[in-house]
């Protein structure tokens, strides 16, 4: 049975990331580590978001993505998945942002 995660000081969950746990077996603990320690860090595809990455450890490479937007001390994670292959580099963020990030967590 899925528990969906609870929303505490440093973390909001939206409905939709509930539906995409479930869909690729990515549990809370996972997400909070990518986004703790990324491998990569990006522009997100929406406004003023940001998408982290980690590979998955499975036989053929697979890339975790995970999307939010950061509001005040807070961090509203908005969606997660799976990526199958390595994918390209886009518009890495700026090191100021992430300076910032790195201070929340």
């Given at each position: 049975?899925?528990k969906?995660?609870k929303?505490?000081?440093?973390?909001s969950?939206?409905?939709?990331i509930?539906?995409?746990?479930?869909?690729y077996?990515?549990?809370?603990?996972?997400?909070?580590r990518i986004?703790?320690?990324?491998?990569?860090?990006?522009?997100?595809?929406?406004l003023?978001?940001?998408?982290?990455m980690?590979?998955?450890?499975?036989?053929?490479?697979?890339e975790?993505?995970?999307?939010?937007k950061?509001?005040?001390?807070?961090?509203?994670i908005i969606?997660?998945?799976?990526?199958?292959g390595?994918?390209s580099e886009?518009?890495?963020v700026?090191?100021?942002?992430?300076?910032?990030?790195?201070?929340?967590?």
């Amino acid at each position: 049975m899925f528990k969906p995660p609870k929303n505490d000081a440093k973390y909001s969950w939206t409905h939709h990331i509930y539906d995409k746990m479930r869909c690729y077996g990515i549990s809370e603990s996972r997400i909070k580590r990518i986004i703790r320690f990324p491998k990569r860090i990006e522009e997100g595809i929406a406004l003023d978001t940001i998408a982290v990455m980690q590979p998955a450890g499975t036989k053929r490479y697979q890339e975790i993505w995970v999307m939010y937007k950061l509001f005040g001390k807070k961090i509203k994670i908005i969606t997660a998945w799976r990526y199958p292959g390595k994918s390209s580099e886009r518009n890495p963020v700026p090191t100021e942002i992430i300076n910032e990030i790195r201070k929340l967590l």
